[in-house]
């Protein structure tokens, strides 16, 4: 989902701080959770949702972590297996 975003708008440097911006309100959500909420079914919602966020914004920067290896090599070297780098 946030990896077709990437493609179509947000490029990897947008999408890298959209990732983190998830991430940090999921974690925020949880630790508002756990410190002040205290009814039952409030506090089961608030950690769904800071969980949900925080796990949507891990999975979206999978793509734009594996990309950025592949981008620090030269291209004659990309995708060229195990051995590629002894070429070099």
Known sequence: MIARVSDLSLGRKG?????MTLIGVGVALITVD??????YLEKAALML?????ADVGVEGEVPVA???PRRAHPGRVQGGGPGALAQL
């Open 15 to 19: 999408t890298f701080f959209l990732t």
């Open 34 to 39: 756990m410190l002040y909420v205290k009814a």
């Open 49 to 53: 949702l800071g969980y949900a966020m």
């Open 66 to 68: 594996l990309n950025a």
